[in-house]
């Protein structure tokens, strides 16, 4: 038996994407329902093969942005696709004609704002929200990743630098599409995870490296993503500015561009299947990165 339901699709999705993810896409497609149904649609065997595009101007004369009518169609495609495989009469999509998006040079925190960001964080936050907060610029990790990262996923570390080792902590998670990768963290995190093991986090039982609260109840469960998102909240009021943990995500980022991490690299960091998704929306890269990058490589500046 077909299964289209909203929720049979949600749990397709939340097997090869994030929770957050397949919630997102459910909602979408619950639109898309609702909409078909009070239009001459009677169901999707009756679609035709430029729905795509259709619903693309449909979503676009109601006002939806143009990143916003992105994910909606690739949500619909998504759920068609994924009723076609079980056997659904659905007629093969023509590709949506989207609008461009234009994509503007991303926002991220500068050292003096990343300093004054721990400041506030290490003052006004308990833990282990604290720790979390000031662990995002310093780890890169997509925020459900953060939340539910486990003591299992620390490893400890020797880099050779010249002559000599550095001892240091680097993490091993499975991320979007159960891709297993391996983050180095900077010196600060490495600093913050450690003194946070010993201290707060010791007397904590349960296997994640937040959990939501010392008690036994509460250890077993890891801090949610709203908590994280709130308490990044209370320290950029503060700073006047407007950030969320994929601005930290970003600031991880670029800083080991500039400190001359190849690009490829970092896409394997980020777990980016290609090169192109890490420059076109994570590496926030200003004036002076692009003429120092390009009058610090050999003679670049000149033609002959």
Request: proline residues 5%; positive net charge.
């Amino acid at each position: 038996m077909i299964d289209t339901s909203i929720d049979g699709f949600k749990a397709y999705m939340a097997g090869v994407r994030t929770p957050a993810t397949a919630d997102k896409y459910s909602r979408c497609v619950r639109i898309f329902l609702a909409t078909i149904e009070s239009s001459n649609y009677r169901n999707v065997d009756d679609l035709p093969p430029n729905i795509l595009s259709q619903y693309a101007v449909a979503l676009k004369n109601k006002g939806y942005g143009q990143s916003s009518v992105h994910v909606h169609v690739y949500a619909v495609q998504r759920y068609l696709n994924w009723i076609r495989a079980q056997g659904a009469d659905v007629p093969n999509l023509a590709p949506a004609d989207l609008p461009t998006i234009q994509f503007r040079v991303k926002s991220i925190l500068d050292p003096e704002q990343l300093q004054q960001y721990f400041n506030i964080a290490n003052n006004l936050l308990d833990e282990p929200s604290r720790t979390a907060v000031m662990f995002a610029p310093c780890s890169g990790l997509r925020a459900q990743e953060l939340c539910k990262l486990q003591l299992t996923n620390i490893r400890r570390g020797k880099v050779q630098l010249g002559e000599g080792t550095k001892d240091t902590l680097l993490l091993q998670v499975i991320g979007k599409g159960g891709k297993e990768r391996i983050i180095p963290l900077m010196d600060e995190g490495v600093e913050l995870l450690t003194t946070y093991l010993a201290g707060w986090r010791r007397s904590a039982k349960g296997p994640w490296v937040f959990p939501a609260g010392h008690s036994a109840a509460l250890s077993e469960r890891p801090i949610h993503d709203r908590t994280l998102r709130n308490s990044m909240m209370r320290v950029r009021d503060p700073m006047g500015m407007d950030f969320t943990p994929h601005t930290m995500r970003r600031t991880y980022l670029t800083t080991l561009w500039r400190k001359g991490v190849p690009e490829a690299v970092l896409a394997k960091i980020a777990g980016h299947k290609d090169i192109g998704t890490l420059l076109k929306h994570y590496l926030a890269l200003d004036e002076h990165d692009i003429m120092s990058k390009f009058h610090h490589s050999a003679d670049s500046s000149r033609l002959l």
